[in-house]
């Protein structure tokens, strides 16, 4: 069981450039999100799914759309970078939202973009 | 908006101390509470969650304390191990209908001092 995982690891781009986030989750996870982390900012939510085929808007969206056509798999992607947009992406999966302990976020390792 | 916060920034302890992290929200409406855990060049992990019909749970070494007079939640950590370095997030959510975001506050450091 890997839990989450997200590719690339690391990725450096040029202003105005396009590139895609995956994640990716092995647990039959209903529910799927993207953060980014900024230093002194904490975790701030840009989209997530509540399902295969939904997306959905969270508080910083702008400059990012998403896919969800499998279940298991959520995308992430810019497509004209900014250097605002620099600062580490984490994605996380959930059963569901009620709040009970199996309804927990699990998160990947994250993806460290640098936009230049 | 409301917003998840931190009292301490870092925090030092020696090994084998108590450490306590705390954390205030804002919401009333929350009702379900999570401590993190993350390490550096990691994503969160869940270290434990409360709810609010509850003030207390315990874990193994962790205690989750929730005073909702007040807004404040704490989480304690029993004999602070060097492996519990790391920063500590806090989070809040509503569980009603249509609630999916969770809320981070901005995390606390803490550094294990052998």
């Known amino acids: 069981n890997a839990g989450v995982t997200q590719t690339p690891k690391f990725r450096v781009l040029k202003t105005g450039q396009s590139m895609t986030l995956l994640c990716a989750q092995d647990m039959n996870h209903e529910y799927m999100y993207w953060y980014r982390q900024d230093p002194g900012m904490g975790l701030r939510l840009i989209h997530y799914s509540v399902g295969e085929g939904t997306t959905a808007k969270g508080e910083v969206p702008d400059g990012y759309n998403v896919s969800r056509l499998k279940k298991q798999n959520f995308l992430l992607g810019l497509e004209s970078a900014a250097p605002s947009q620099t600062s580490v992406y984490f994605c996380?999966?959930?059963?569901?939202?009620?709040?009970?302990?199996?309804?927990?976020?699990?998160f990947g390792p994250g993806t460290r973009l640098t936009v230049l | 908006g409301e917003s998840v916060g931190l009292h301490l920034p870092t925090l030092s302890v020696q090994e084998g101390d108590n450490s306590i992290i705390n954390c205030a929200y804002s919401n009333s409406a929350s009702d379900y509470f999570i401590w993190y855990k993350q390490e550096s060049g990691k994503g969160p992990q869940f270290i434990i969650d409360?709810?609010?019909?509850?003030d207390k749970r315990q874990g193994q070494r962790v205690t989750v304390l929730l005073n909702k007079t007040v807004k404040h939640l704490s989480l304690q950590i029993a004999a602070t191990q060097p492996g519990d370095s790391a920063v500590y997030f806090c989070a809040e959510k509503w569980s009603g209908a249509g609630s999916y975001q969770l809320t981070f506050g901005k995390g606390t450091k803490l550094s294990v001092i052998p």
């Open positions: 409360i709810r609010s019909n509850m």
């Open positions: 996380a999966s959930s059963f569901g939202t009620s709040g009970r302990k199996e309804d927990t976020q699990y």
